[in-house]
């Protein structure tokens, strides 16, 4: 699977659309590509902040750019 592949699938795999054979080819893209592999960790964990932190289902704006400063500072340090 190529990047621009992998990266199309991010939002599909994250909300479970894939079907398992493409969960698979996701998943051995991830193994040897670090680049795809933090995108979706962070796309991950941004996902899961939002869930865990907003009262509905869209965060507004400004929690979200909160949350993505507070999820690249703990990514990296
Ligand atoms: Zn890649």
């Known amino acids: 699977m190529e990047c621009d592949e992998c990266r199309e699938r ?4 994250l909300d479970r659309e894939l079907s398992p054979r493409e969960v698979e080819e996701v998943r051995v893209h991830l193994d040897d590509c670090g680049g795809c592999e933090s995108s ?22 400004a929690v979200r750019e909160r949350l993505i400063l507070r999820i690249r500072r703990d990514l990296h340090g």
């Open 40 to 61: 979706f960790v962070f796309e991950e964990l941004f996902l899961e902040r939002v869930r865990s932190s907003a009262t509905s289902d869209v965060a507004p704006r």
């Open 10 to 13: 991010l939002y599909p795999y």
